[in-house]
T-cell receptor
Framework: GAGVSQSPRYKVAKRGQDVALRCDPI?????LFWYQQALGQGPEFLTY????????KSGLPSDRFFAERPEGSVSTLKIQRTQQEDSAVYLC????????????FGDGTRLSIL | AQSVTQLDSQVPVFEEAPVELRCNYS??????LFWYVQYPNQGLQLLLK??????LVESINGFEAEFNKSQTSFHLRKPSVHISDTAEYFC??????????????FGPGTSLSVIP
């Protein structure tokens, strides 16, 4: 596709449930980033992939958060045993390997934990 | 570690007036600097970036930002704003690395409201 695609756009889950958020980056982009954006705040870095390798996961807030990109294209962010503080917009971004920053963002998945 | 400060959380300005959105950063190493814009219910869009070279960088829609190393600032300016510029603006920083990557740190954002 022309841009970064994220699904679902909105997700409501009960506390304790597991959720999976999907990101389809721009075709050919080797770098992929996940960010968490709380209401009224700037995005907070979660994790970074270069192709299928997860080079940085220092921003993942707990071991309940897990991300993968097994074939170097589509990525999934999984949150286990969700808690209310996980409510946020989760943004995915991609870029070409030569660009050191997230270049193209998706519209995000708004996650609400009840 | 790097950090970003955006002192103004909200900036109201009349249409066709000039605007400046302030950004200051903290870093012990050389940095790359960015401005992103976010329209309601959308992801961020890269507005402009400073990687090296000229300290004045421009975007295609009339915004410009100047890297000032001595003042550790990267303020965003536009001489005449339009209604369509109403959005959230984020300043961001990353360290200059000899390898390909360092994570980008975002500021808290400034909400620009253009008044007709």
């Amino acid at each position: 596709g022309a841009g970064v695609s994220q699904s679902p756009r909105y997700k409501v889950a009960k506390r304790g449930q597991d959720v999976a958020l999907r990101c389809d980056p721009i075709s050919g982009h080797v770098s992929l980033f996940w960010y968490q954006q709380a209401l009224g705040q700037g995005p907070e870095f979660l994790t970074y992939f270069q192709n299928e390798a997860q080079l940085d996961k220092s921003g993942l807030p707990s071991d309940r958060f897990f991300a993968e990109r097994p074939e170097g294209s589509v990525s999934t962010l999984k949150i286990q045993r969700t808690q209310q503080e996980d409510s946020a917009v989760y943004l995915c971004a991609s870029s070409t390997v030569r660009v050191p920053q997230p270049q193209h963002f998706g519209d995000g998945t708004r996650l609400s934990i009840l | 570690a790097q950090s970003v400060t955006q002192l103004d959380s909200q900036v109201p300005v009349f249409e066709e007036a000039p605007v400046e959105l302030r950004c200051n950063y903290s870093s012990s190493v050389s940095v790359y600097l960015f401005w992103y814009v976010q329209y309601p219910n959308q992801g961020l869009q890269l507005l402009l970036k400073y990687l090296s070279g000229s300290t004045l960088v421009e975007s295609i829609n009339g915004f410009e930002a100047e890297f000032n190393k001595s003042q550790t600032s990267f303020h965003l300016r536009k001489p005449s704003v339009h209604i369509s510029d109403t959005a959230e603006y984020f300043c961001a920083v990353s360290a200059v690395m000899k390898t390909s990557y360092d994570k980008v740190i975002f500021g808290p954002g400034t909400s620009l409201s253009v008044i007709p």
